[in-house]
């Protein structure tokens, strides 16, 4: 292994070490062992991995002409409507808003018995 790889490796551990703390604010201090607790310490490590990845891939596009931002911006724009739309129709009478989740009650009432109590 290289310097630099050793370097990224180190890196991205520090990075992921935030997944605990993460966690720990959605589901509570006192149930570290619990499933849902290491699915969302799990989920939380993936995002921040992910995150780093997609800024690196975006900063070098864009550095080397690939793409403007602006371009990209616009993209974004297109793409996060379309996800939107899809996560939408997954969860019928439920309806994402500037000011957060909108719960159409009747629309929604089927969908809402899904969820875990």
Excluded: Y
């Excluded at 490796?9 to 703390?21: A, D, G, P, Y």
């Excluded at 959605?26 to 619990?34: E, F, L, R, T, V």
């Excluded at 499933?35 to 550095?63: Q, Y």
Aim: hydrophobic share 40%.
């Amino acid at each position: 292994m290289t310097n630099l790889e050793t370097a990224v490796m180190k890196s991205m551990e520090r990075l992921c070490k935030w997944r605990v703390i993460l966690a720990s604010w959605q589901c509570g201090m006192n149930n570290h062992d619990s499933p849902e607790f290491k699915a969302v310490e799990d989920h939380r490590e993936l995002t921040l991995l992910m995150r780093a990845e997609l800024n690196a891939i975006v900063r070098l596009l864009t550095d080397k002409g690939f793409f403007t931002i602006e371009e990209w911006q616009r993209q974004m724009l297109e793409e996060s409507g379309h996800l939107n739309k899809a996560i939408e129709g997954k969860f019928p009478g439920l309806v994402a808003s500037d000011n957060g989740v909108i719960v159409k009650t009747i629309e929604a009432e089927e969908t809402m018995k899904t969820f875990k109590q």
